[in-house]
Structures are given as structure tokens and as C-alpha cells.
């Protein structure tokens, strides 16, 4: 459990993911910390149960591994017994799950140590905000593995550090540091030593006090008018713009920041 906060009695713990509730924010931890929480087909299918049944007072999910590593990736001593077949219905498995996390109903923030490894950097990467500390690497070992990514890492991950460099890091086996993958667009925040689950707390419970409506058009909106083409991208914006700022909540909110009753931005 990250320090200072004490679960609620809805706390539960089952043998491959650690759950447990904080205020509005859902802690989830990868828990095979002896094989550095290699995502086997049974914690993907603890995730996939996780991520279906998001309760309906959440308001942010934060993922993190337990033990010293976030993730491994894939399980290899599964890859070992899977013939071309099995192995699409795997990977799109995988998608199905990893798109249950990239389009949650509520943010979800990766707190990332150790090794974020093949899978384990694509499971991160469904995540809408990354947290790393100075422990945390990124590689890309499926090169040397003679595999592919498979989670939907070619998709997600160019749009997050270039082409370019994952394909350097899939041909020469280049693994990123921590202070490295916050300037090449990894991840968005580091921490000091051991800092990123309370960091990724502390986001979380911020997030969740967000309007829903700004929460729905930043996850489920915003993704989808980058991809658009210019036009439909500013009509899509238009309309998702409309319907927030009709909501009540929106109009609750800017009113009290005409009334001097809630904070101002400041400079960090
Ligand atoms: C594993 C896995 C795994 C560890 N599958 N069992 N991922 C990789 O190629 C990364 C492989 N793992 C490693 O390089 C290292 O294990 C680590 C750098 C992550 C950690 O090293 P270390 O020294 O702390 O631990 P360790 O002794 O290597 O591992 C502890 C145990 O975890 C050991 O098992 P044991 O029974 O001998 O104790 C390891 O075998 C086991 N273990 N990683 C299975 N990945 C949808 S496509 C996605 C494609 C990919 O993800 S490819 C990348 C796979």
C-alpha cells in the first residue's frame, strides 16, 4: 500500500492484481512481483474484470506494479506453446484489454519503477498519464526475442516518442532511462526515488475532481480529433466544446471563478 493513505473496508486483494480504493481514486497493482509482473493471460484477464467494472464513484485509476518493477511484458513461458493462430487471438486479446484501459471512463495514471519492459511499456502506454522515478527504464526487447510487439505498442508508442526512435529500440535493444523517457515523451512527470505511486495518487485525486464532461472530452474527444483530418477535427472540437460549456457543472464552475471562489492559475 503507498504510504499515507489507508484503504477503504472496500479494499480487495486477489492473487494477480492488488486493488484498493483511496478516496475517489482505484489503486491497481501488476502483483507478480517474483517474475517482475510478466503479464500472463491470467492477470490480463484480472485487468480486463478490473477495467469492465470500474465502480461508479471513481474517479481516476491509478496502475502500478508491485515489488520494485512495473512490468516485463509478455509472459514468455506462454509465447513458448502458442502456434500463428492462437498468437492473433493473443494480440487481440490484448488490444481488447489495453483499449478497456486507453478508453476508461475515468483517467487512468501509470506509476512507473523499474522495468517497463515490451508489454509492460504497451500496457503504460494505454495509460493517459505516466509517472516515472528514477528507477524506471523502457526497452523494447521483442527485436532480440525474434517476436513484435503485439498490445498495440506500434500504435500507441510512435504517437507518444517518434517512429524513429521505437524502431531504434526494437533494432539495437536501446533502453531509455528514467530522466531520458521524460524528455522524449514517455512519460510526463519523475519523481524523486520511490515517488511515483504517490505522485500518481496525488494526480488522480486531482483529476477526479474534474468536470466529467472535461474528463469524457479529454479521454474519449481529444484522441479522436488529433487523428481527424483539420476540418472534421475543428467541427468535432466545436461540438464537444458546445456540449461542455452547457453543461451545469461548467457554468457552477465559472461562476465562481467570477466570484473570487475558487483558485487562480499561478506559475509553478
Ligand atoms: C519472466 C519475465 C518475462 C522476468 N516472462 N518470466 N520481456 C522481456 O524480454 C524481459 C525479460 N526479463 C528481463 O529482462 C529481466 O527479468 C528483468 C530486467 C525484467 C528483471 O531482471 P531481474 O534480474 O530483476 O530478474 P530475473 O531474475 O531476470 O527474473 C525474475 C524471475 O522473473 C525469473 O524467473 P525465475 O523462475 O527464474 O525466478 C524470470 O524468468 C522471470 N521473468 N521477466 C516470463 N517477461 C503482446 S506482445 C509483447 C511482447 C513483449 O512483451 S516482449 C518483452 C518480454
Request: one cysteine or more; proline letters at 4%.
Given at each position: 500500500m503507498?504510504?499515507g493513505?489507508a484503504p477503504s473496508?472496500?479494499d480487495?486483494?486477489?492473487?494477480?492484481?492488488?486493488?484498493?480504493r483511496?478516496?475517489?481514486?482505484?489503486s491497481?497493482?501488476?502483483n507478480?512481483?517474483?517474475?517482475?509482473?510478466?503479464?500472463?493471460d491470467?492477470?490480463?484477464?484480472?485487468?480486463?474484470?478490473?477495467?469492465?467494472?470500474?465502480?461508479?464513484?471513481?474517479?481516476?485509476?491509478?496502475?502500478?506494479?508491485?515489488?520494485g518493477?512495473?512490468s516485463?511484458g509478455?509472459d514468455?513461458?506462454?509465447l513458448r506453446?502458442?502456434?500463428?493462430?492462437?498468437?492473433?487471438?493473443h494480440?487481440?486479446?490484448w488490444h481488447?484489454?489495453?483499449?478497456?484501459?486507453?478508453?476508461?471512463?475515468?483517467?487512468?495514471?501509470?506509476?512507473?519503477?523499474?522495468?517497463?519492459i515490451?508489454?509492460?511499456?504497451e500496457?503504460a502506454?494505454?495509460?493517459?498519464?505516466?509517472?516515472?522515478?528514477?528507477s524506471?527504464?523502457?526497452?523494447?526487447?521483442?527485436?532480440s526475442?525474434g517476436i513484435f510487439?503485439?498490445g498495440g505498442?506500434?500504435?500507441?508508442?510512435p504517437r507518444?516518442?517518434?517512429?524513429?526512435?521505437?524502431?531504434?529500440?526494437?533494432?539495437?535493444?536501446?533502453v531509455?532511462?528514467?530522466?531520458?523517457?521524460v524528455?522524449?515523451g514517455?512519460?510526463?512527470?519523475l519523481?524523486?526515488?520511490?515517488?511515483a505511486?504517490?505522485?500518481?495518487?496525488e494526480?488522480?485525486?486531482?483529476?477526479?475532481?474534474?468536470?466529467?464532461l472535461?474528463n469524457?472530452a479529454?479521454?474519449?474527444?481529444l484522441?479522436?480529433?488529433a487523428?481527424?483530418?483539420p476540418?472534421?477535427?475543428?467541427?468535432m472540437?466545436s461540438?464537444?466544446?458546445t456540449v461542455?460549456?452547457?453543461d451545469?457543472e461548467?457554468?457552477?464552475?465559472?461562476?465562481?471563478?467570477l466570484?473570487?471562489?475558487?483558485?487562480?492559475?499561478?506559475?509553478?
Amino acid at each position: 500500500m503507498h504510504s499515507g493513505n489507508a484503504p477503504s473496508a472496500a479494499d480487495a486483494e486477489s492473487a494477480l492484481l492488488t486493488i484498493a480504493r483511496v478516496g475517489a481514486v482505484l489503486s491497481v497493482g501488476l502483483n507478480r512481483p517474483a517474475k517482475r509482473n510478466a503479464l500472463n493471460d491470467g492477470i490480463m484477464l484480472a485487468i480486463r474484470q478490473c477495467f469492465t467494472d470500474i465502480p461508479a464513484d471513481v474517479g481516476a485509476v491509478v496502475i502500478h506494479g508491485v515489488g520494485g518493477h512495473f512490468s516485463a511484458g509478455l509472459d514468455l513461458s506462454e509465447l513458448r506453446e502458442r502456434d500463428a493462430t492462437e498468437g492473433l487471438v493473443h494480440s487481440q486479446t490484448w488490444h481488447r484489454v489495453f483499449d478497456l484501459i486507453q478508453y476508461c471512463r475515468v483517467p487512468v495514471i501509470a506509476a512507473l519503477q523499474g522495468a517497463v519492459i515490451g508489454g509492460g511499456l504497451e500496457l503504460a502506454c494505454a495509460a493517459h498519464i505516466r509517472v516515472a522515478d528514477p528507477s524506471a527504464y523502457f526497452a523494447l526487447p521483442e527485436g532480440s526475442r525474434g517476436i513484435f510487439v503485439g498490445g498495440g505498442g506500434s500504435v500507441r508508442l510512435p504517437r507518444l516518442i517518434g517512429v524513429a526512435r521505437m524502431a531504434d529500440m526494437m533494432l539495437t535493444g536501446r533502453v531509455y532511462s528514467a530522466t531520458d523517457g521524460v524528455v522524449h515523451g514517455f512519460t510526463q512527470y519523475l519523481t524523486e526515488a520511490g515517488g511515483a505511486l504517490d505522485k500518481a495518487m496525488e494526480l488522480g485525486a486531482r483529476v477526479a475532481t474534474n468536470a466529467p464532461l472535461t474528463n469524457f472530452a479529454v479521454l474519449q474527444a481529444l484522441p479522436m480529433i488529433a487523428e481527424a483530418n483539420p476540418q472534421t477535427g475543428l467541427l468535432m472540437e466545436s461540438l464537444m466544446a458546445t456540449v461542455a460549456q452547457s453543461d451545469q457543472e461548467a457554468k457552477t464552475r465559472i461562476r465562481a471563478f467570477l466570484d473570487h471562489k475558487t483558485a487562480k492559475v499561478r506559475p509553478t
